[in-house]
């Protein structure tokens, strides 16, 4: 599938807008439109239901070492500043970046991507002015940097700007350079920067020093100004379950083994966000912090790591593009004894890549000791502070017992903690894609013509039924709308009698409509509609008061 189709029917049919687009949009921020905003709550509402409120329906739950609880939070999103601190996010959630003087655009400098050259200006014909040339001749070798999505686009992109900024025809970039490496590769913070021609320059040397760029938005609580004031948006929702595991555990009866979901609004000032949703400034988390036994953390990462990743197969990525990635050992933190990344193959990355939908991660009882007794030195665990220059710890903790009593062996411990760490947006995107499609259907004469449908699951589409009067006239409409009001009720149903029957066809193809009941001449004689379905193009015919539990069966 080509992403711009998808794109673009994305905006034509109001799944996804930029926002502020009549201000000529914000970079990395995106709005769901009247279909995006039904798909995207359909997948919270899918895993809150699956996750939460419907986790033990099956009890207990296959694959699981014991019955376990679950509850939900939802916490501010601006939070206590202390609680980056001890998070670790205010000293260490950072990009290293560089900008460019002469474009003005910021880059990540582990995303920066270009090919060596080594140049040898054929005498008098660069074009180029002599003090140009000169600078060219002394400096030999350059890093040409591209911006192309793909390798392949990128290896053709350097050439092309190369031949731009020494003045040098296509033809004769052979005769005028050589290319110290055929594929792009990446490009370190210790490359002497007055070779690099950035993406978006004309000339080398544009680049400043690489500096670290916390990716926390700031903003001040109250009227003051001072540092004091000084507040963050907070970048992952998991730190707001931490700092609540005390209340939860204290208002409610549950008892470990037990997780905390929760889903919110976070934020990152990513430096370069691209590919459509997929890395925004502004996106939606729905993460699940999990406490139990440190003697059976392992399995409970294991049981979540499979758990997650049937979700996703279950609601239809069944296919090849969805893998479940374990992190070898030296990828993990130190606290860590697992982690699993969920990962789809989005059309918009090289061909072989995947983008991350999901982490699945055994976090230790690190965070809860964070929160204790301050930021933990990794190296010098357990339990010894970073120390500040004054001599004192660097970010204190709580202070508070977040330390858990098991009351049937009155032992105290500090609960290990798994941590499913889901995007809604990222999943939203993943099953946007996975879902276009285009195939033949007969048109309103009976022609096979090219459709394009969305293949989304009965359980999320936005729309589950679409009640259709043949014509606009003879009491179709009438009966169609009585039949759209009992509906109506019960599931997201769409009323339309505009257009041929052809036309308003396809357009509930486009929105993903599982189902299209149709009203015609023989509905009024005999109570019956007919059902088609979206996938299969079949249509039968039913009792019009069937129509409703036959939908709600097959959007199970
Ligand atoms: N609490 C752990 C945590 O936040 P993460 O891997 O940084 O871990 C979890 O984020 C998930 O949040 C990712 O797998 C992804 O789906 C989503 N996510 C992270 N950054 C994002 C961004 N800039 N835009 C959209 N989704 C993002």
Redo the contacts with the bound molecule.
């Keep these: 599938m080509e992403m711009d189709k998808l794109v673009a029917l994305c905006k034509r049919r109001g799944f996804l807008f930029q926002s502020s687009e009549i201000y000529g949009g914000l970079n ?1 921020f995106w709005d769901y439109g009247p279909l995006g905003v039904e798909l995207k709550r359909n997948i919270k509402d899918a895993w809150w239901r699956d996750m939460v409120s419907g986790h033990d329906e099956l009890a207990p739950p296959p694959g699981a070492p014991e019955s376990y609880e679950m509850t939900g939070l939802d916490c501010t999103i601006i939070m206590h500043p202390q609680v980056w601190k001890c998070s670790g996010h205010y000293d260490l959630f950072h990009d290293t970046m560089v900008d460019c003087r002469e474009s003005k655009k910021r880059y990540r400098i582990d995303q920066m991507r270009g090919r060596w050259v080594a140049v040898k200006l054929p005498g008098g014909e660069s074009g180029l002015a002599a003090e140009k040339a000169a600078e060219v001749e002394r400096l030999g070798r350059l890093f040409i940097v591209s911006d192309a999505e793909s390798p392949e686009a990128a290896v053709e992109d350097t050439v092309t700007r190369a031949c731009q900024v020494l003045g040098i025809r296509k033809k004769k970039a052979e005769d005028s350079f050589t290319w110290e490496s055929t594929a792009v590769v990446g490009i370190d913070a210790k490359v002497d920067r007055s070779r690099v021609l950035a993406p978006h320059a004309t000339w080398f040397g544009t680049l400043t020093e690489p500096r670290e760029f916390n990716l926390m938005f700031s903003t001040q609580v109250g009227a003051a100004a001072s540092d004091d004031a000084r507040a963050f948006l907070r ?5 707001g379950i931490f700092v609540n595991f005390k209340n939860v555990l204290d208002s409610t009866r549950v008892r470990i083994p037990f997780g905390i979901a929760q889903i919110g609004k ?1 934020f ?1 000032n ?1 430096i370069t ?1 691209r590919n459509f ?9 729905m ?1 699940i912090e999990f406490f139990c036994h440190p003697d059976s953390s392992f399995q409970w990462y294991q049981y979540w790591r499979d758990r997650r990743m049937k979700w996703y197969t279950d609601l239809g990525l069944a296919g090849a593009r969805l893998r479940l990635r374990e992190h070898h050992a030296d990828e993990l933190s130190h606290y860590s004894t697992g982690t699993a ?2 990962e789809y193959a989005f059309p918009f990355l090289p061909e072989g890549d995947f983008g ?4 699945i ?1 055994h976090r230790g009882d690190f965070d809860l000791r964070s929160h204790m007794e301050g930021k933990l030195d990794p190296k010098t665990r357990p339990l010894q502070l970073e120390m500040g220059p004054d001599g004192k710890p660097r970010h204190r903790g709580s202070g508070k017992d977040l330390s858990y009593l098991d009351q049937l062996t009155n032992k105290r411990y500090i609960p290990h903690v798994i ?1 499913p ?7 939203t995107l993943a099953f946007l894609c996975e879902a276009y499609c285009e195939d033949q259907a007969p048109d309103d004469g009976g022609q096979m013509q090219t459709r394009v449908v969305m293949r989304f699951h009965p359980r999320i589409a936005p729309i589950k039924a679409a009640i259709l009067p043949l014509v606009k006239k003879d009491g179709m409409p009438e009966m169609a709308q009585e039949l759209y009001r009992t509906l109506k009720r019960h599931c997201n149903v769409f009323y339309d009698e505009k257009q041929s029957i052809g036309k308003r066809y396809r357009r509930q193809d486009e929105a993903g409509t599982p189902f299209c009941v149709t009203i015609d001449g023989q509905s009024l004689q005999d109570g019956t509609v007919t059902l088609r379905d979206r996938d299969t193009l079949k249509q039968w015919r039913l009792k019009a008061d069937e129509a409703l539990t036959e939908i709600r069966q097959r959007v199970q």
């Design positions: 990395g970048p992952e929702t998991a730190q976070s990152r990513e966000p949703t997929f890395r925004s400034r502004e996106f939606e988390q993460e990344d969920i991350e939908l999901e982490g991660a941590e760490s889901a995007g809604a947006d990222r999943a």
